[in-house]
């Protein structure tokens, strides 16, 4: 039976290449972007504008007509969404909330799911792979049924199920300038009554968007790139049964926001660097980037049993950096630098939900999910080394590290490290109660009972000529693998004891439905963020810093008009978020990363989003699709503000300079010195970084059946971002001025064949902006995002039906 369905399948697809298609595929293609997608924002499939929450979701096609290949892109089309970086780590802020605390030890305010795995945060990207069924931004806290990370939102991305009747897949390729090269590979094929499996395969790597010199001599800068594989394997086995296994592996460097240009160098720490100029072409001493391996392993186990639906969800994944540094200095000269070899993110969950169903009691009026779910994590780095070669830097140590430096006076290698181990259980219930066919109320709550350590904590000073060493300095992460920690001197012990949370995080819901084709909703929840450790210390113990706590209200409509030809969504929202996590990269500080909580933040606003058919009946290949998003997100009390001066680029805050010297060294700072180092300043009233206030996309899209030759689609798309701060000091050195960004795309379909050939250009007039501004020690380092790029896409689709 086995070779009879492999000898039809190879003939199948044979003829299929010849042009033979199935009926099913003969069917004209409409335009991409009018599709009705399917949403799970509630743990249950239901039609987007049925739901009530703020929600974008994309289907694969659509993501596909707007050239979305990763999901840093969704921000160019989803208003209110914005993507910057940090070390290599993404910082996602929505509705003008978020966090810019990045390691492993601060969850992100923005959380991110794959086939309802919550993909921790890492360095570099782990997108799903392969054909996606869709991606749901959900905006507001989601608290309830997301849980622990979701205060500002949640981005959803669900890959295509395994087919069981017929054998799919896709091969695309694409090149462009800059020697862009990507390459995918998808293939979805029964194995067995029941059951199927779907194998991704990807490789994307282009030139450096610049060069990196020293001395006017170029210097090594690794090319970016990102290759892997995913496999998912389900089987419904039984009738009630279905199983579900879920694998991938990326393997990624990612140099981009790890190489830097120092646009303004501090006055004092930095004095006598050459002020660099925001044009790709950075002077740095020595390379930066990250190598990071993501595997990840899932199991989903669903059963039905009959009056519910039993789902079962475990995951287990791995980020492993075993390769990093960055030139801090973000110069030609060895002042500072970072780098590790044993930083990483170990993390499991269990999750077990309990669905109804059309034979649950009181299905006609009542949908609900209850579940439990356990966090199981450890995370951060086993081993960071520090470097400073700067004569004043030095003399900001505390006395009983510049005491052990000896001859060298200028030079200092530190090692520190952190691990943060998590363990949290959640119990949660939702359910909507539908009065009649025009009034519904949603009742949701989650109980959550979290404990976080932190472990291997302390400061050395590494012996460079321990081991065989030749008593040098390094400015290569090799050179320190082979260190001898047995040599180090141990200067500091830190610690700290378990922190221990309990939440409660409510949610409330009414829907009433005027019309079939309108929706009005009113909610009101409460989500929350974790408590956690400063992990990377090296002047004092690691701080705690509180959990967030964040309350939303919304009041929207969804709603169709125009016999279906306009779908018009809106919203009007406000949050308020109390003890913010905050984060500033400063050694002066007492730390390396130091985390903070301000006093409260609040963020209201307004948006729209539609989809519109101008012409159904004369033109129904156009459709115009887009939005906006106006919001103002400020502190409403923070008191305890810490950054760096704008004249003296020094650090101001807890923990500064004068604490340092006066709680370790027993000093005094001068007067000078103390008139710009003299504790926290207030920044009740600034905005919230990364936050600008308005966003809007437009994207216009023209497909044309051109009968027996094929089919036409050109688009041209158009979003917009107003400046704003990368700093909660809100300093007018570290704006990202506002931009615009247009691209265009012409596709030629034909599909007796599959083919889809598609040439775009985005960024079309080279707009420079930023894709990371750090404030730091030593000046003010930024990288631009991408230029203008070009190309072409090559992409041929198969699907054979097997009877």
Known sequence: ????????????????????????????????????????????????????????????????????????????????????????????????????????????????????????????????????????????????????????????????????????????????????????????????????????????????????????????????????????????????????????????????????????????????????????????????????????????FEWRPGPVDVKFIYSDQLADVDWGQYDYDSTDEDRSGFFTYDQYNDQQTYELQILSNADTPLSENLEWVAGYYRLEAEGGFGRLFFFLNNGLATGLLPGSITGLLGDSGSRAVLESGGLLTTESDALYFQGTWRFNEEWAMTLGARYQEETREIGNTALDLVDTGCAGGDGSYGTDVSYYQGSDKSCNSRLLDFGGPPLEETTFSPKINVQWFPTETAQIYASIQKGYKSPTYNIVNFFGSPDPVEGEEAVAAELGFKSEWLDGALQLNGALFASKTDKLLTGIVSFTSGAIVRYANAGSAEAKGVEFDFQWQPMPDMNPGLAITGGATYV????????????????????????????????LLGLELPISLADFANGPRDFTGNKVPRAPELTSAVSVNQFIDAGDIGAFEVAVDYSYKSEYFTTPQNSPFFVQDQYELWSLRGSYFFDPWGLQLTAFVDNVKDKEYFSSILQQDFGRSVTLAPPRLYGLKLKWDFDVFLN
Request: aromatic share 10%.
């Open 1 to 300: 039976m086995k070779k009879k369905l492999l000898v039809a399948a190879i003939a199948s697809l044979s003829a299929y290449s010849m042009g033979g298609l199935a009926q099913e595929e003969q069917e004209r293609r409409s335009n991409r972007l009018l599709e009705e997608v399917t949403v799970t924002a509630q743990k249950r499939e239901e039609d987007s504008q049925d739901v009530p929450i703020a929600i974008q979701a994309f289907s694969g096609e659509k993501l596909d007509a707007f050239n979305i290949e990763d999901t840093a892109d969704l921000q160019k089309i989803t208003p209110g969404l914005t993507f910057t970086y940090t070390y290599g780590y993404t910082l996602i802020y929505l509705r003008g909330v978020g966090s810019d605390a990045f390691l492993p030890n601060a969850d992100p305010s923005v959380a991110t799911y794959i086939d309802g795995i919550n993909i921790p945060a890492s360095q570099g990207k782990q997108d799903a792979l392969g054909p996606v069924k869709r991606v749901e931004v959900l905006k507001g806290p989601q608290g309830t049924l997301f849980g622990r990370n979701a205060t500002a939102g949640a981005i959803s991305i669900v890959t295509e199920d395994p087919p069981i009747d017929e054998i799919v897949g896709n091969i695309k390729a694409t090149r462009g300038n800059y020697d862009s090269q990507e390459y995918q590979a998808y293939l979805g094929l029964p194995l067995f009554d029941g059951a199927g499996i779907t194998l991704a395969a990807f490789s994307d790597t282009h030139e450096n968007y610049g060069t990196n010199f020293s001395n006017g001599e170029p210097r090594p800068w690794r090319e970016d790139f990102s290759e892997g594989g995913r496999v998912k394997f389900k089987w419904d086995f039984l009738e009630d049964f279905s199983l579900t296994l879920i694998g991938s592996y990326v393997n990624q460097f990612n140099g981009n926001s790890l190489v830097q240009e120092n646009t303004r160098p501090s006055p004092i720490l930095c004095a006598g660097c050459e002020t660099d100029t925001a044009d790709r072409d950075t002077d740095t001493n020595y390379e930066g980037g990250n190598a990071t391996i993501n595997t990840m392993y899932g199991t989903i």
């Open 632 to 663: 103002n997100s400020e502190f409403t009390d923070y008191k305890n503000g810490e950054g760096f001066d704008d004249d003296t680029g020094l650090y101001f805050g807890p923990g500064g300079l004068e604490d340092i010297a006066t709680d």
